[in-house]
């Protein structure tokens, strides 16, 4: 089975700390992808990665960062962490290629709570 | 660019039907699929459908793909308790590995 772990289910920060999210996939995937969902709104691209060192920003990338250094770890950067970044973040990835290319596998999530 | 819509809530009673309906705008829409989150979980896959197909059947659920309308609904038969999650249809071109999801619809099964 290909298993996405995230680093934190619960995370709770201070306005204006430097936050790090990460992901981890066991299955070899290429893509990886970070997105946060939000009541009423969906989920909303933020950052996604087709291969290591690669990044390309997603819908709404503002006021955050990603780095993928080794092909199985994605990692969402806030840099300065606001209140309006309070939200569920599910990290994603997926192989390359073939029939399967868009069939996605979730992580739990992290609830972020930014006071 | 892309948009996916669907209704944010469903209630139905046990033994029931379920109908979760879903709109897309993009033409170039290839694969087609809905994802199940259940509370306090990540998006877990439940069925898939590509653009040249107009119905899957897999156990309970069945998928029904209106291309002219643009219209994708998910049918679950027997409604059971467990089923009690958010439901997001998604949409990808099929190239770009990307997928547009929609908002979500929180289904509520009452006994």
């Known amino acids: 089975d290909v298993k996405v772990t995230q680093s934190s289910r619960y995370l709770v920060k201070r306005t204006g700390e430097k936050v790090f999210l990460e992901c981890v996939q066991d299955?070899?995937?290429?893509?990886m992808f970070w997105y946060r969902q939000d009541p009423g709104l969906g989920l909303r691209l933020i950052y996604f990665?087709?291969?290591?060192?690669?990044?390309e920003k997603g819908d709404i990338p503002e006021g955050y960062s990603v780095s993928r250094e080794k092909k199985e770890r994605f990692s969402l950067i806030l840099e300065s962490a606001s209140t309006n970044q309070t939200s569920m973040y599910l990290c994603?990835?997926?192989?390359?290629?073939?029939?399967?290319?868009?069939?996605?596998?979730f992580g739990p999530g992290t609830r972020l709570t930014v006071l | 660019g892309e948009d996916v819509e669907q209704s944010l809530f469903l209630s139905v009673r046990e033994g029931d039907s379920s109908v979760i309906n879903c709109t897309y705008t993009?033409?170039?829409?290839?694969?087609l699929y809905w994802y199940k989150q259940e509370p306090g979980a990540g998006l877990q896959l439940l069925t898939y459908?590509?653009?040249?197909?107009d119905m899957k059947q897999d156990q309970r659920l069945t998928v029904l793909l209106n291309k002219k309308d643009k219209h994708l609904s998910l049918r679950i038969a027997d409604t059971q308790t467990g089923d009690s999650a958010i439901y997001f249809c998604?949409?990808?071109?099929?190239?770009?590995?990307?997928?547009?999801f929609g908002t979500g619809t929180r289904l509520q099964v009452t006994l």
């Open positions: 994603a990835s997926s192989p390359a290629g073939g029939v399967y290319t868009d069939t996605q596998y």
């Open positions: 299955m070899d995937h290429e893509n």
């Open positions: 990665s087709y291969d290591v060192k690669m990044k």
């Open positions: 993009d033409s170039s829409s290839t694969y």
């Open positions: 459908i590509f653009s040249n197909m």
């Open positions: 998604a949409e990808s071109p099929g190239t770009a590995s990307k997928l547009t």
